[in-house]
């Protein structure tokens, strides 16, 4: 049985307020939290540069971590590498790939900026870009992808989960159809890892990036880059810890995950993470994923039942509720949950402007949601945007 006042328990921060912001970031477990104190009271030292017993003892901890999140998500160890969010691990990917003047690469308009941004920036080297629209709700096709993608088509690079719409697109076909066309493929993961099951090993992308401070639980700070073939990825940075030799000509890189984790990695943050995960799995991601689906369905159809409130995206959506007040700024809407009811959800264009601007809207309200909310927290959302409309 799914027991989410245990589970509330554990995020102290939830006594005093309704936290419906989880699609920015959630709250970390005490469990997490107290990971990294042991690391910071009890055994602090560098990672991988020591023989004396606390260095063994961090080092020890910090790729446990790094095995719990493989664990997670279907994948080799050696082929996770730690970043500080999901901006880093796509930055790396755009960075790191040998691109030729005239690839191709093609993307959606429902992307976050930073699924978005570092394709735009490869333009400069010759890199053609097409950004693909949506349906109204959100969604990709497969057949619409398979449009868009030439001989010349070196990536593809799709979101798991839409922060803006909370529209699924369907990953493992796109990951095939990307394959049958020899191109590569990147999932964005930053609304699906932790809050639905993802098995890298049955996707067959090429990449998978997600932040460790959403859906994972784990301190800001963290993330994870998936690279199928480390190999071919050209490292972002370069340092110590990397590499296996050095001379004054020249050095030779380290084996992955290591040759892209050049200097200090943020080592308690790292531990957090990788005890939050075993929290996530302790838990089960499919009790999660059920518990967050009902909570949003529920939300968005009773929101949608309100006179002057638009909600946004599918039906069969993740755990993302976009919404509005008709005739009030989702700014002004934002603030007065929070004043009235101290509920904390996220106004305006979530990082996602073309998304948004498709949906010719300046802004919405976002609703989103994670394991520990409750239906309780839903009754009081929408009872408070029911007395908001009023003011419309």
Not at 48 to 69: K, S
Not at 70 to 99: H, M, R, S, V, Y
Request: charged letters at 25%.
């Amino acid at each position: 049985m799914y027991d989410v006042e245990n589970i509330r328990a554990d995020f102290p921060v939830l006594k005093e307020n309704i936290y419906l912001d989880n699609a920015a970031t959630t709250q970390t477990p005490v469990q997490a939290v107290g990971a990294m104190e042991d690391y910071f009271y009890k055994y602090a030292a560098n990672h991988g540069r020591g023989a004396h017993h606390l260095a063994r003892q961090t080092t020890d901890h910090f790729e446990d971590a790094r095995e719990t999140i493989a664990d997670l998500l279907k994948c080799p160890a050696e082929n996770t590498i730690f970043t500080k969010n999901a901006t880093e691990g796509l930055n790396l990917i755009a960075q790191g790939i040998d691109w030729q003047e005239g690839d191709h690469i093609v993307t959606t308009l429902v992307e976050h900026h930073s699924d978005l941004l570092p394709w735009m920036e490869l333009r400069e080297r010759g890199v053609e870009l097409t950004i693909m629209e949506p349906d109204s709700e959100g969604h990709i096709s497969v057949e619409a992808l398979e449009q868009h993608i030439r001989p010349s088509t070196r990536l593809v690079a799709i979101t798991h989960i839409s922060n803006s719409f909370g529209s699924i697109q369907d990953a493992d076909s796109m990951c095939k159809l990307a394959r049958d066309h020899e191109s590569l493929c990147l999932i964005d993961g930053s609304q699906s890892a932790g809050h639905m099951p993802v098995n890298l090993k049955q996707m067959d992308c090429d990449f998978f990036v997600t932040p460790g401070h959403k859906g994972l639980l784990g301190p800001q700070g963290t993330g994870v880059a998936y690279i199928k073939e480390p190999e071919s990825i050209k490292p972002l940075n370069v340092g110590g810890g990397a590499v296996r030799s050095v001379t004054t000509t020249g050095y030779e890189p380290e084996e992955a995950p290591s040759r892209f984790e050049a200097g200090t990695p943020n080592i308690p943050g790292g531990i957090g993470l990788g005890r939050a995960v075993k929290y996530v799995q302790d838990i089960g991601v499919n009790d999660i994923e059920k518990h967050e689906r009902q909570l949003a369905q529920n939300a968005a159809y009773r929101l949608a039942q309100i006179e002057g409130v638009e909600v946004y995206g599918p039906q069969k959506r993740g755990a993302v509720v976009p919404f509005n007040v008709r005739g009030l700024n989702p700014h002004d809407v934002a603030m007065i949950l929070d004043e009235t009811r101290q509920i904390c959800l996220r106004s305006g264009y979530h990082c996602a402007m073309p998304g948004i601007d498709f949906m010719k809207l300046e802004g919405t309200v976002r609703a989103s949601f994670a394991l520990y909310n409750t239906e309780e927290e839903v009754d009081a959302l929408v009872e408070t945007v029911e007395q908001i409309t009023t003011l419309a």
